[in-house]
């Protein structure tokens, strides 16, 4: 895939990367987490070092963990041997997350010939979930799962069902492209998770809940049975202009919470809030820590927890 002008002018802005290290993943999480089923099941993450994804989205910021070129063969199967160390004995039907900031289904990032050797090394797991935008799933994602003991999860940005802001965040992405990527990976038994924005950029803050809970529902409308919530970050340059041009703002704790309440109402799926650097998140400083232990016990509980009182917010409202 070539890179495009847009696509220059986007990663020239960015800051220089940091040094990785090809045949180490970059960290190993252990967490427990809410399955499909809504059932409370160990989870381990290993963030792997591999290529940089291609598509260049206005406000990714992952690209600072990838290589510059192609993920060297055998790389990534000694990262994962790597974090099992690191992560001691992992209990058995435990899910598993192999997040590499880019595209399992991109050879240049995971090789094909890799996936035996991959696949052996995860045949305690019940689950595993992989990240790809929906372009590049295809059969190949059948292929890695019938090598797989357990079940197959393909985790893919959907971002937003915005019109507007959807073909402006250069993900090269349509709805109908998303559809036939979930409507293919179901024909293969393959789960779907998907990963919906809250902020994006080019949609106004007063509406930033209502698209959030929309994009999920087109999500489980497509067949994911887990959507996660995630908050735009800034940092990678892109984000900071388009906050000049005043076409983007972050969201606070706040409207992370309002969006988790009103997808969880929709009551179609599971819905988790993303709360990695959340207390970096702005918004009422009285309230903050208050709101993420909340969002942080719905995660895992899925509901009956009462809202969050502040003297602050409560006043303004």
């Given at each position: ?183 293919l990976l179901q024909s293969f038994g393959v789960g779907i998770r998907s990963f919906v924005l809250v902020g994006a950029p080019f949609i106004p803050e ?112």
């Open positions: 895939m070539s890179i495009s002008s847009e696509d220059q002018r986007i990663r020239q802005l960015r800051p220089a990367k940091r040094p990785l290290d090809a045949w180490r993943p970059i960290g190993v999480q252990q967490e427990v987490e809410r399955n499909a089923e809504g059932d409370l099941v160990p989870c381990a993450t290993i963030f792997l070092t591999g290529r940089e994804c291609p598509f260049t989205c206005v406000f990714c910021d992952l690209w600072q963990y990838t290589l510059d070129g192609p993920t060297p063969p055998g790389a990534i199967p000694a990262q994962i041997s790597q974090a099992f160390e690191d992560l001691g004995e992992i209990p058995s039907g435990a899910t598993i997350k192999l997040y590499n900031a880019s595209n399992f289904f991109d050879d240049k990032a995971v090789p094909r010939a890799d996936w035996s050797a991959i696949a052996e090394l995860l045949t305690s797991c019940s689950r595993v979930v992989v990240e790809c935008h929906p372009r590049l799933v295809g059969d190949g994602c059948r292929e890695f799962a019938e090598l797989l003991q357990g079940r197959l999860e393909v985790a893919m940005g959907l971002e937003t069902v915005h019109p507007v802001a959807l073909p402006r965040l250069n993900k090269k992405l349509s709805l109908e492209s998303f559809g036939r990527a979930a409507t007063a509406e930033m809940v209502e698209w959030a809970i929309r994009s999920v529902d087109y999500a489980q409308q497509h067949g994911s049975k887990m959507v996660s919530l995630i908050p735009v970050r800034s940092g990678n340059g892109e984000m900071q202009r388009l906050a000049d041009l005043g076409v983007s703002s972050p969201p606070t704790v706040k409207l992370l919470e309002e969006a988790l309440d009103g997808a969880m109402r929709l009551d179609q799926g599971v819905v988790l809030a993303d709360l990695w650097d959340a207390e970096n998140l702005g918004g009422c400083s009285e309230c903050r820590r208050a709101r993420i232990e909340r969002m942080d016990r719905l995660n895992r509980d899925g509901s009956g927890q009462p809202p969050v009182t502040c003297p602050v917010c409560d006043r303004a409202d």
